[in-house]
């Protein structure tokens, strides 16, 4: 066996070698002709805002998982795959979305070329929220929705730059002036927010798809979820969580468009609450998470 691939890697390195040629022929060739646009992949929505903040008019993004599909259970199209094969770069959560388990690994053989970034770089993770009744209960799936804080969002931006600039450092100057002016509108959305919720004296809500969790986190919010590890609640579940928003007092049950919101229906009217659709993959990130501080502070209050 170790015989083997010792006799191997020098031929390993010699094809590697001679795989770069072409690719040097092809870049430089370009050159001459007009600057076409970089295709950038990436899973989510939001994710989509982000690159193209960065990469203006020179990137053409897709986004894998499409409005109202949810990326825990989505599968690409033959057209998505398409514009794949041609693409410069792939940006991944990264933080264990089930799309990218079930995926990556597929999408990256279908282009070896393609760079393959990682959002969730120098992110800590957390762990999955839920409520378990059942103290035997296995922990340790750590919770994916990493964009949904904009701390985190700066992260992944800085992660897409370095990418971007991998892949085209002739524009490097470009990518970084963009990435610093849509940091500093991160920077003042995590400002807003703080400040918007510094009154909030009750800070518990309650959400059907726990996809809060790291906003809760770092804005120092307890999220209730309904929903227990991808499935609805059993009545005994529902007659818990109905007690529980009682307990906390809790007016609005939010939801997302993604998931049947019945669940959320069901303890919104137990309690005389309502509910209130927020989409965790909106592409508008920055305007989107203001829609959520907006409600978060009306249910709170
Ligand atoms: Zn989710």
């Not at 690409?76 to 094969?85: D, V």
């Not at 959002?119 to 762990?127: D, F, H, M, V």
């Amino acid at each position: 066996m170790r015989r083997t691939r010792w006799k191997a890697f020098p031929l390993i390195l010699a094809a590697l070698f001679m795989a770069s040629l072409p690719a040097a022929a092809v870049s430089c060739a370009q050159q001459a002709e007009p600057a076409t646009e970089l295709g950038v992949v990436v899973t989510v929505l939001p994710q989509a805002e982000f690159v193209e903040s960065i990469g203006g008019e020179r990137v053409d993004v897709t986004v894998m998982v499409p409005p109202g599909a949810s990326p825990h259970t989505y599968e690409p199209t033959p057209g998505q795959m398409e514009k794949l094969a041609r693409a410069r770069m792939y940006a991944e959560v990264g933080s264990g979305v089930e799309f990218e388990l079930s995926w990556m690994d597929k999408l990256s053989a279908a282009n070896k070329d393609m760079l393959v970034v990682d959002c969730s770089q120098g992110i800590q993770l957390q762990e999955t929220a839920a409520e378990h009744e059942d103290e035997e209960h296995e922990h340790g799936a750590m919770d994916p929705h990493i964009w949904m804080s904009p701390r985190n969002a700066r992260v992944m931006v800085q992660n897409i730059a370095l990418g971007l600039i991998a892949v085209d450092p002739d524009n490097r100057d470009y990518y970084e002036q963009n990435r610093d002016a849509y940091l500093q509108e991160l920077i003042q959305l995590d400002q807003d927010i703080t400040e918007g919720l510094s009154g909030v004296e009750n800070r518990v809500f309650m959400v059907y798809h726990p996809s809060f969790g790291y906003f809760a986190r770092d804005y120092d919010l307890t999220m209730l979820p309904i929903e227990d590890e991808g499935k609805e609640p059993t009545p005994a579940g529902l007659a818990h969580l109905i007690e529980q928003a009682r307990e906390f007092d809790v007016k609005v049950v939010f939801a997302s468009p993604q998931f049947n919101p019945n669940g959320a229906k069901v303890i919104a009217d137990a309690i005389d609450g309502r509910v209130v659709l927020i989409d965790p993959l909106a592409r508008d990130y920055v305007t989107n998470l203001r829609i959520l501080l907006g409600e978060l502070v009306q249910a709170m209050e």
